[in-house]
């Protein structure tokens, strides 16, 4: 079992940054990939980025590639993603994932992670 807590979630004007954090707890081993997806209000819940388990691979969605940035401390079991240059777009619940199987072309499906923490909103004004 992986218990995942997302904080960091913020108000932040247009082209300000947050960066945001995933703890886990409940397993001692850090062997899974790491996931970040966001739900804006009325739409579905998409990709945005994930890393693997050593912190090495990385995958962005075009929407957020240049601007966001996917990294983990697998010493503090703890995952990150930055956000640089945010819109009103971005605007959403995001949320963290973690993938037993670790990390490959799947890892950007929401079906493939195991465990999903409760989300942090990140709301953005123009």
């Known amino acids: 079992q992986v218990q995942l807590v997302e904080s960091g979630g913020g108000l932040v004007q247009a082209g300000g940054s947050l960066r945001l954090s995933c703890a886990a707890s409940?397993?001692?081993?850090?062997?899974?990939?790491m996931g970040w997806f966001r739900q804006a209000p009325g739409r579905e819940r998409v990709f945005v980025a994930a890393?693997?388990?050593?912190?090495?691979?990385?995958r962005y969605a075009d929407s957020v590639k240049g601007r966001f940035t996917i990294s983990r401390d697998n010493a503090k079991k703890t995952g990150y993603l930055q956000l640089n240059s945010l819109k009103p777009e971005d605007t959403a619940v995001y949320y963290c994932?973690?993938?037993?199987?670790?990390?490959?072309?799947?890892?950007?499906?929401?079906?493939?992670?195991?465990?999903w923490g409760q989300g942090t909103q990140v709301t953005v004004s123009s």
């Open positions: 409940g397993r001692t081993s850090t062997n899974y990939a």
């Open positions: 890393i693997s388990t050593s912190g090495v691979t990385t």
């Open positions: 994932a973690a993938d037993l199987r670790g990390f490959g072309p799947w890892s950007t499906r929401q079906d493939v992670y195991d465990y």
